[in-house]
């Protein structure tokens, strides 16, 4: 139970990094940027929505555990 929880935690952290990854990669290639992300850039609040963002996606992953650790209990039980 917990190395599927580890497994899927791993899985997704990589999944996370590669996708942050290339999305610093597509906005090196492209200087001309949009009114929307030039705002946020310039006025700092991208890295808001980076950190609300990363806090929505550690609670989902939190909730999840939580929810197969309970789970996993009801099976056990319903095994004895």
Do not use: H, W
């Amino acid at each position: 139970m917990i190395n599927k929880a580890f497994s899927f935690c791993c899985t997704c952290m990589l999944l996370l990094i590669s996708l942050f990854a290339n999305a610093q990669e597509n906005q090196n290639q492209n200087t001309e940027t949009g009114p929307v992300n030039e705002l946020f850039r310039s006025n700092g609040k991208i890295y808001v929505i980076v950190g609300v963002l990363l806090i929505i996606f550690i609670g989902i992953v939190i909730f999840l555990i939580a929810l197969d650790r309970k789970i996993s209990k009801l099976e056990q039980r319903e095994k004895n």
